[in-house]
């Protein structure tokens, strides 16, 4: 059971905008930056976003974060088929003196 | 380039040990803490440990508590992580990953796989 919650799984055609939720708490999305990553089959994970909303260079503007309180959304406009992968959101948690992750949701488009 | 490469997984008996060694290159090691992150196959991540650069702060998950053991040589730009007692949960690819000075998880190596069987 991971500490943040995401759906499992999320779906969209070309072109669309989806958007992946990832709930947590006050002692970690509430207190704390949240980090967004990518992951294709077989390969690690990737920064997408980072602090508020700031994307790694070579990181398309489609993709954008956002917070309010104790949940935070990743968007990815202009979906391309290139975009289906697994991803996932994480947070510095005070409490627990450590980093929480998501389970994780699969994005397939369609 | 700056670069993260674990080393050290295989197959090990359950209540074996094993060290898990992670080189980088590119970046100044020191100035960044470093953190231990596991993924189950077809499952999601798990943090396992973090460390910071001068390895005064380490800290670990729950459930790892007791049995992993983080620690890092700066003069020799590595990261290791030790397992005791190992069971058939830890089974799991090992990632090792920089901490920006953003507070980010912004860099990770590609992982090696620690297989538990008998």
């Known amino acids: 059971q991971s500490v943040l919650t995401q759906p499992p799984s999320a779906s969209g055609t070309p072109g669309q905008r989806v958007t992946i939720s990832c709930s947590g708490s006050?002692?970690?999305?509430?207190?704390?930056?949240v980090n967004w990553f990518q992951q294709f089959p077989g390969a690690a994970p990737q920064l997408l976003i980072h602090s508020l909303n700031e994307r790694p260079s070579g990181v398309p503007d489609r993709f954008s974060g956002s917070k309010s309180g104790t949940s935070a959304s990743l968007a990815i406009s202009g979906l391309q088929s290139g975009d289906e992968a697994d991803y996932y959101c994480?947070?510095?948690?005070?409490?627990?003196?450590?980093?929480?992750f998501g389970g994780g949701t699969k994005l397939t488009v369609l | 380039e700056e670069q993260l490469v674990e080393s050290g997984g295989g197959l090990v008996k359950p209540g074996g040990s094993l060290r898990l060694s992670c080189v980088v290159s590119g970046f100044s090691f020191i100035r960044h803490n470093m953190i231990w992150v596991r993924q189950t196959p077809g499952k999601g991540l798990e943090w396992v440990s973090s460390?910071?650069?001068?390895?005064?702060?380490?800290y670990y998950g729950d459930s790892m508590t007791g049995r992993f053991t983080t620690s890092r040589d700066n003069a020799k730009n590595s990261l290791f992580l030790h397992i005791n007692s190992l069971r058939v949960d830890d089974m799991a690819v090992y990632y090792c990953?920089?901490?920006?000075?953003?507070?980010?998880?912004?860099?990770w190596g590609r992982g090696t796989l620690v297989t538990v069987s008998s």
């Open positions: 990953a920089r901490i920006s000075s953003a507070w980010s998880i912004d860099l």
């Open positions: 460390i910071s650069g001068d390895s005064v702060n380490i």
């Open positions: 994480a947070a510095w948690d005070d409490s627990l003196n450590g980093w929480v």
């Open positions: 006050n002692s970690n999305i509430g207190s704390n930056a």
